[in-house]
């Protein structure tokens, strides 16, 4: 099992920065894939960024491309989402995901482990 809990959500206006927390506890040596995930009132889960724990390697939906990042303190458990420049429509509670294996890394479905999320709200 793997525990993961978001920190960091607000309230900023539309330019404004926030950078979002996520903490593993437990079997976190089994999580090789960390993601973020948002969640709009009214609207679908969408895919945000995934981290790997092991290498590093990124990759972000195309809207948050240039504007957010994501980063893991792997001594620290924890993996980052640095949110610069944010607009109203990244208004969304976020979710962080791990994942055991691979797959489709753009969807939910292929995330074994979820935090509680945590709400952006960014007013214009």
């Known amino acids: 099992q793997v525990q993961l809990v978001e920190s960091g959500g607000g309230s900023v206006q539309a330019g404004g920065s926030l950078r979002l927390s996520c903490a593993a506890s437990?079997?976190?040596?089994?999580?090789?894939?960390m993601a973020w995930f948002r969640q709009a009132p009214g609207k679908e889960r969408e895919f945000v960024s995934v981290?790997?724990?092991?290498?590093?390697?990124?990759d972000y939906r195309n809207s948050v491309k240039g504007r957010f990042t994501v980063s893991r303190d792997n001594a620290k458990n924890t993996v980052y989402l640095q949110m610069n420049s944010l607009k109203p429509e990244d208004t969304a509670v976020y979710y962080c995901?791990?994942?055991?294996?691979?797959?489709?890394?753009?969807?939910?479905?292929?995330?074994?482990?979820w935090g509680q999320g945590t709400q952006v709200t960014v007013s214009s």
């Open positions: 981290i790997t724990w092991s290498t590093g390697s990124t």
């Open positions: 995901a791990a994942a055991i294996v691979g797959g489709n890394l753009y969807i939910g479905e292929s995330y074994t482990y």
């Open positions: 437990g079997r976190t040596s089994s999580s090789v894939f």
